[in-house]
């Protein structure tokens, strides 16, 4: 970003403004009358010292992904090798062995990446729905480099949360899930239950 650096002195200024103000009150000067070629007028310089720039993390992280109906959309595979390509990254995926909802019929429109992981998919339900689906998941994102174990979870899943969690020292949780209208999981504020219990940030990704 250039700045204004005052031409009688060393300070330098973001805005002509700030710049002109001081000349008067510092030098006493009027910036309209400054002699161009004495003070070479105002001059547009790097700053001395540039705005700080959060440097990206290269500390390993452990990341927990909570999801079932949406573990083959896009945005969640997107969101994952993004966040892997940021910094070192550990995921661990807990499906939680829900029973099919009434919009179970839906979930095929957000299935937008890899292969149905059971040619009778349509026909499971609760633990073998989780399974399936969990093997796709860990073989397809391996195969693209992540680092990520995986384990079918309780049906409730905030206790299938607390179980993934143990020996997986997390430091935040990304609970993929339908959009708002359709989730059960939003619906019940399940981010926020995880974040209240659990003491980690919590980020949702939506399948759209």
């Not at 650096?5 to 103000?21: A, G, I, P």
């Not at 966040?83 to 070192?88: C, E, L, T, V, W």
Request: hydrophobic letters at 35%; charged letters at 30%; glycine letters at 4%.
């Amino acid at each position: 970003m250039a700045v204004h650096q005052c031409s009688r002195c060393e300070l330098r200024f973001r805005t002509e403004s700030e710049y002109h103000d001081h000349l008067r009150m510092e030098h006493k000067v009027d910036p309209r009358n400054v002699d161009p070629i004495r003070y070479r007028a105002t001059r547009e310089q790097q700053p001395l010292y540039p705005d700080f720039v959060e440097k990206k993390s290269t500390e390993p992280r452990k990341v927990l992904i909570v999801s079932n109906a949406t573990l083959r959309a896009q945005q969640l595979q997107d969101s994952l090798l993004s966040g892997a390509q940021d910094r070192p990254t550990t995921y661990r995926l807990v499906v939680p062995a829900v029973e099919r909802s009434p919009v179970a019929g839906e979930h095929s429109r957000f299935a937008t990446v890899g292969s149905v992981a059971h040619p009778a998919e349509d026909t499971l339900s609760g633990d073998a729905l989780a399974r399936h689906r969990l093997d796709e998941a860990l073989d397809r994102l391996r195969e693209q480099g992540l680092d990520i174990d995986g384990v079918v979870g309780h049906s409730d899943p905030m206790r299938a949360v607390g179980r993934a969690l143990d020996g997986f020292d997390a430091d935040e949780v990304i609970v993929a899930t339908m959009p708002q209208a359709q989730s059960a999981w939003l619906d019940a504020d399940l981010p926020t239950e995880i974040e209240r219990r659990y003491r980690l940030p919590v980020a949702i990704v939506e399948a759209s």
